[in-house]
């Protein structure tokens, strides 16, 4: 079983950028499918976006196309997520998720889908 622990959050400014970090430990990372999820108060649970296996399969959520980009790194078991551009409505707890299942698209955005979850991380992007 794989556990996930996210880092990098913080408070930052309208127009400012953070780099989310997640390392994963006792699976074997590279077959997982990986992404990003956040929820801010009130709200469900939001899909940010994911990376297949071969970083070969990338889907961003449209709120966050362009702005945002995914990345792993297999050989240190870890994930990114850059946020540039970031806007008080980005501010949540974003959540490392894992799957040993394949996704591509709007199958993906589905939380149930994702089988193993971090602790989260808050980012606060402030006005």
């Known amino acids: 079983q794989v556990q996930l622990v996210e880092s990098g959050g913080g408070l930052v400014q309208a127009g400012g950028s953070l780099r989310l970090s997640c390392a994963a430990s006792g699976g074997t990372f590279s077959s997982y499918n990986i992404g990003w999820f956040r929820q801010a108060p009130g709200k469900e649970r939001e899909f940010v976006a994911h990376?297949?296996?071969?970083?070969?399969?990338?889907d961003y959520a449209e709120s966050v196309n362009g702005r945002f980009t995914i990345s792993r790194d297999n050989v240190k078991s870890t994930m990114f997520l850059q946020m540039n551009s970031l806007k008080p409505r980005d501010t949540a707890v974003y959540y490392c998720?894992?799957?040993?299942?394949?996704?591509?698209?709007?199958?993906?955005?589905?939380?149930?889908?994702?089988?193993?979850w971090g602790q989260g991380t808050q980012v606060t992007v402030s006005s």
């Open positions: 998720v894992a799957t040993e299942g394949y996704c591509t698209g709007y199958g993906c955005v589905d939380p149930r889908l994702w089988t193993h």
């Open positions: 990376i297949g296996w071969s970083a070969d399969n990338i």
